[in-house]
Nanobody, 118 residues
Framework: QVQLVESGGGLVQPGGSLTLSCAAS????????MSWYRQAPGKERELVAT????????DYANSVKGRVTIFRDNGKNTVYLQMNSLKPEDTAVYYC???????????WGQGTQVTVSS
């Protein structure tokens, strides 16, 4: 079955940087686009970034564009999210998923908490 394990979150000061990782298993990783999502307390989950199968095309939410880079290593079945110039409003639990799987509640991992605070 699909398993997604996010890591790399933490507490960081405004203006700081973090790189999140998501290790995937249970499916052919290179088959699929991958996305990062986030959910802040009291808010709906939102799409942050998407990358195509071999990384040729990426897309970002306006709220993170220019500060975030999504990339992947198909040899390691891992997708990454590099975040720079972090703001308090970036505070959320960050998740990765295959967009095509996202309607299945069982496909989601535990996420990784990012807290931006001084």
């Amino acid at each position: 079955q699909v398993q997604l394990v996010e890591s790399g979150g933490g507490l960081v000061q405004p203006g700081g940087s973090l790189t999140l990782s998501c290790a995937a298993s249970g499916f052919a990783f290179s088959c699929c686009r991958m996305s990062w999502y986030r959910q802040a307390p009291g808010k709906e989950r939102e799409l942050v970034a998407t990358i195509t199968r071999f990384g040729g095309i990426t897309d970002y939410a306006n709220s993170v564009k220019g500060r975030v880079t999504i990339f992947r290593d198909n040899g390691k079945n891992t997708v990454y999210l590099q975040m720079n110039s972090l703001k308090p409003e970036d505070t959320a639990v960050y998740y990765c998923n295959v967009p095509a799987f996202s309607e299945d509640p069982g496909s989601w991992g535990q996420g990784t908490q990012v807290t931006v605070s001084s």
